[in-house]
T-cell receptor
Framework: KNQVEQSPQSLIILEGKNCTLQCNYTVSPFSNLRWYKQDTGRGPVSLTIMTFSENTKSNGRYTATLDADTKQSSLHITASQLSDSASYICVVSDRGSTLGRLYFGRGTQLTVWP | EADIYQTPRYLVIGTGKKITLECSQT?????MYWYQQDPGMELHLIHYSYGVNSTEKGDLSSESTVSRIRTEHFPLTLESARPSHTSQYLC?????????????FGPGTRLTVL
């Protein structure tokens, strides 16, 4: 069964600190993996996309890694800010259908305290 | 900020009422989607469309229906709302790209059925 598991479920850090969120998946075949940020009461917004051949990709203070062999990804947030408080969702796409089927994790709820 | 809009943002109604959740996008995307999201849970695809006059049911069984008469508009209708329909409904759109479809999400409609 294709699944996407995220850890931790929730995380509280102090402003300015770094953190790393994890995503393990069993989706096969694999097309790409996206990290989305979802603010409370809003829709998800894409942060990064990782394809099979990419190991690391940065977007400002966000750095995503992908190990396609172990089927693991991480999202590292540097120098956290209060505005980073949100749910971070890992989404994996297969290439087995015309739709490019998406598999969603349940998200990691990040809270940044001042 | 993606150009995809949902109305209403919040809706509280009584059991048995007919409701329509509106979704429109100005990006000219062919593909559109409806997701259901409960707190702390992953997004579940309930309907999708490849283009005008194309609609398909998603993975999660839903008593709702959709229509796609115009490219930019993808409304979702519940003929008779029940408390079990209480949830957050997210609309999204995408167009195919070389690195996989990025879905752009609307802000969501939070539905409460009493």
């Amino acid at each position: 069964k294709n699944q996407v598991e995220q850890s931790p479920q929730s995380l509280i850090i102090l402003e300015g600190k770094n953190c790393t969120l994890q995503c393990n998946y069993t989706v096969s075949p694999f097309s790409n993996l996206r990290w989305y940020k979802q603010d409370t009461g809003r829709g998800p917004v894409s942060l990064t996309i990782m394809t099979f051949s990419e190991n690391t990709k940065s977007n400002g203070r966000y750095t995503a890694t992908l190990d396609a062999d172990t089927k693991q990804s991480s999202l590292h947030i540097t120098a956290s800010q209060l505005s980073d408080s949100a749910s971070y969702i890992c989404v994996v796409s297969d290439r087995g259908s015309t739709l490019g089927r998406l598999y969603f994790g349940r998200g990691t709820q990040l809270t940044v305290w001042p | 900020e993606a150009d995809i809009y949902q109305t209403p943002r919040y809706l509280v109604i009584g059991t048995g009422k007919k409701i329509t959740l509106e979704c429109s996008q100005t990006m000219g995307h062919d593909k559109m989607y409806w997701y259901q999201q409960d707190p702390g849970m992953e997004l579940h695809l309930i309907h999708y469309s490849y283009g005008v006059n194309s609609t398909e049911k998603g993975d999660l069984s839903s008593e709702s229906t959709v229509s796609r008469i115009r490219t930019e508009h993808f409304p979702l209708t519940l003929e008779s709302a029940r408390p079990s329909h209480t949830s957050q409904y997210l609309c999204a759109s995408s167009e195919s790209s070389g690195t996989g479809d990025e879905q752009f999400f609307g802000p969501g409609t939070r539905l409460t059925v009493l």
